[in-house]
């Protein structure tokens, strides 16, 4: 089992550039979700999703689109990046929606910079 | 506003040192605690889970305590390879982060 698995694990965009950051997970998790980590905040919700077909915004959720088409993948799009968008963002998943006795898998990370 | 807060933000600890770290929260309708480990460069790594004031688990150094108002990871006889930030987060309708505290353990 790879477990959640993300790439790439360093991207830099300039402002305006659109870009995909993929997730992807092998042990059929319905739920899966992106977060971002800045420096002295907790984890920040952006997206999340329930199953296949099913997503729902978070906290975060301007300037991010995602899909959910598989239940193994869960792909965060970036609009038009902008320097506030700078962070270092992860994706998790788990067998139900968190907190039903069901924590949270992350993966590694993708670093993003944008200039 | 549900918030949930940890303390302190940075901990220096000697190998051996034993200390707490602690993680306060003010939401309404707890319905889990999670502890965390995060490693540089890493992912969260999930360690454990408390439901209720009273509860207690323990993962080899790490024992994690819960009362109503907060959670304490206690550290007994730290190590070099515990040094990591360690993240809280509530479940209570939506799951929330505190900010976490880095632990560093000097041999």
């Known amino acids: 089992n790879a477990g959640v698995t993300q790439t790439p694990k360093f991207q830099v965009l300039k402002t305006g550039q659109s870009m995909t950051l993929q997730c992807a997970q092998d042990m059929n998790h319905e739920y899966m979700s992106w977060y971002r980590q800045d420096p002295g905040m907790g984890l920040r919700l952006i997206h999340y999703s329930v199953g296949a077909g099913i997503t729902d915004q978070g906290e975060v959720p301007n300037g991010y689109n995602v899909s959910r088409s598989t239940t193994e993948d869960f792909p965060l799009r970036l609009l038009s990046a902008a320097p506030s968008q700078t962070s270092v963002y992860f994706c998790?998943?788990?067998?139900?929606?968190?907190?039903?006795?069901?924590?949270?898998?992350f993966g590694n990370g993708t670093r993003l910079t944008v200039t | 506003e549900d918030q949930v807060t940890q303390s302190p933000e940075a901990l220096r600890l000697q190998e051996g040192e034993s200390s707490s770290l602690n993680c306060s929260y003010t939401v309404s309708g707890l319905r889990g605690l999670f502890w965390y480990r995060q490693d540089p460069g890493k992912g969260p790594e999930f360690l454990f889970t408390?439901?209720?004031a009273g509860e207690e688990k323990e993962k080899e150094r790490l024992k994690a305590t819960l009362t109503k108002k907060e959670s304490f990871l206690h550290i007994t006889a730290p190590k070099p390879e515990d040094s990591a930030t360690y993240l809280c987060?509530?479940?209570?309708?939506?799951?929330?982060f505190g900010q976490g505290t880095e632990l560093s353990v000097k041999p």
């Open positions: 408390l439901y209720s």
């Open positions: 987060a509530v479940q209570a309708g939506k799951l929330i």
């Open positions: 998790a998943s788990s067998p139900l929606s968190p907190g039903e006795d069901s924590p949270l898998h």
